[in-house]
């Protein structure tokens, strides 16, 4: 398996045996993380080298084209918990296409009735394979519809840490409940989704 820019020039320089990657939060692959970027750690195994030039992994990093890394330092195991345990919410940008056309004031009133509202997200379909399904309590705290035009809208959801927002558009096949699509009466499709800033857990 390929390593990514960041861990294969950070493998290179440390000459570890192996690696872990450690994120704040996740996402489907396809999408984007945009804003102040995700915090992560990478975790080296049996590195033969401790010391290494930070500065030199963002250049190799950033010179990939594909992720972009800035204020690199060096980490801890303490770290690596307290970012597992971390429970920010997030900001996305979502496009949604609907199966027919919905007007704006129909929308509008479709997420003021979701925002605050407790929503039961059973684990997704998609990932039932690999994480234990069950069903979880999240909540929206907002959205805003930045565009709407018939059969596509654009929207900024922000949304507790854990909240599977895919599947808030469209209901999973009623797995998620309420939705968008719920609230609509409309079948909803998320065409895209990227994630505008992680917010202060403070």
Known sequence: MALSPLSAAVMAQTGGTAH??????????????????????????????????????????NASGQVEVEGLRPSGGAEVVALKEDRAGKAYAVRVRFAS??????????????????????????VSHRRAD????????GIEVTRSGGATADLRVTAEAGTYVKEFVH???????????EALGVACEVVELDVLDILDTE
């Open 171 to 181: 209901g999973d096949r009623g797995r998620t409940s309420p939705s968008l699509a």
């Open 20 to 61: 872990a990657l450690h994120g704040l939060g996740r996402e489907d692959v396809d999408a984007r993380m945009l804003g102040r970027g995700r915090p992560f750690i990478v975790e080296i195994k049996e590195p033969v080298r401790r010391t290494v030039d930070l500065a030199k992994v963002a250049v190799l990093v």
């Open 134 to 141: 069950r069903t979880r309590e999240r909540v929206v705290t």
């Open 101 to 126: 056309p919905v007007d704006d004031g129909k929308l509008k009133s479709a997420v003021a009735s979701l925002v605050g509202r407790p929503i039961a997200q059973r684990t997704p379909a998609r």
